[in-house]
């Protein structure tokens, strides 16, 4: 199965696919959405289909660079990050839950960072998102 609930390439997720499969869940996404685009300037968003095993990604980008990936799932979603070194001493440093610290810690280090997962199941998972964004942000 797909980490994404949209695994067909062939069809592009959107609005209302999404309200139907997150339900109750979507003004959490909406909400999360809208304050990123309120917060930050020239940001961008774009469905992309990477492979069978990952699906559809709503991804937000500043100009080229991309901040993370919003990823739909059955009545949740998840937001993916990528972390450098600084971006991940920055969230050691931070407020944030301990369990997504040892989410990030856990992590491979690769070239391009720690990859890592922040499942938004209510409205508590929304400050630590938003602290994560920014520090990818700033870093």
């Not at 696919?17 to 930050?40: C, F, G, P, R």
Request: glycine share 2%; with cysteine.
């Amino acid at each position: 199965m797909a980490t994404s609930i949209f695994d067909e390439k062939a069809i592009i997720p959107n609005d209302s696919m999404v309200d139907m499969v997150l339900a109750d869940k979507k003004e959490l996404w909406d909400t999360l959405k809208s304050l990123i685009i309120e917060k930050y300037q020239n940001v961008s968003q774009d469905w992309k289909y990477y492979s069978k095993k990952s699906g559809w990604s709503l991804i937000f980008k500043q100009n080229k660079r991309t901040l993370f990936y919003f990823i739909p799932c059955n009545e949740y979603f998840r937001i993916a990050f990528v972390f450098g070194e600084k971006a991940t001493k920055a969230a050691e440093q931070s407020l944030i839950p301990v369990h997504i610290k040892e989410t990030i810690s856990a992590a491979p280090a690769y070239a391009e960072g720690r990859s890592f997962f922040v499942d938004v199941q209510d409205e508590k998972d929304l400050d630590p998102v938003l602290t994560l964004l920014k520090i990818k942000y700033e870093s």
